[in-house]
Structure formats: C-alpha cells, structure tokens
C-alpha cells in the first residue's frame, strides 16, 4: 500500500510513503505541513502576538 504525504494547506503532494503492506496498488493520503506553509504560519503567528499586549500574554 501506497500513501501520498500532503501539505494540509497548499494540498501540495510531499512524497510517496510506502507501507510495506502487499496486497494490490491502494493508495491512501496523509497530512503535513511543508516548509513553505510552516515558514507563512509561523510568520503569522509571530505577527499576532506582536498585537497582543504584554498582560494578555501570560494567559496563553
């Protein structure tokens, strides 16, 4: 069985995962980030804390 690795938000195929499984051509998907998505949510991350004020960040 085969598994295609894919980024959760640009749905960008990663790799191709082999399971080791015998038994026919399936194929199934599953989800990550990439390095380019991981970079923009960080960023965005960071810039949304930089709104927070100082006394509202000890609560999270």
Same mark, same amino acid.
């Given at each position: 069985?085969?598994?295609?690795?894919? #980024?959760?938000?640009?749905?960008?195929?990663? *790799? =191709?995962?082999?399971? /080791?499984?015998? /038994? /026919?051509?399936? =194929?199934?998907? !599953?989800? !990550?980030? #990439?390095? @380019?998505?991981? +970079? +923009?949510?960080? *960023? +965005?991350?960071?810039?949304?804390?930089?709104?927070?004020?100082? +006394?509202? *960040?000890? @609560?999270?």
């Amino acid at each position: 069985m085969y598994v295609y690795v894919v #980024c959760s938000w640009c749905n960008k195929v990663l *790799r =191709t995962k082999s399971l /080791g499984r015998p /038994g /026919g051509i399936k =194929t199934g998907v !599953t989800h !990550t980030i #990439c390095n @380019s998505c991981k +970079e +923009e949510v960080m *960023r +965005e991350y960071i810039m949304s804390l930089k709104q927070i004020r100082p +006394e509202q *960040r000890q @609560s999270l």
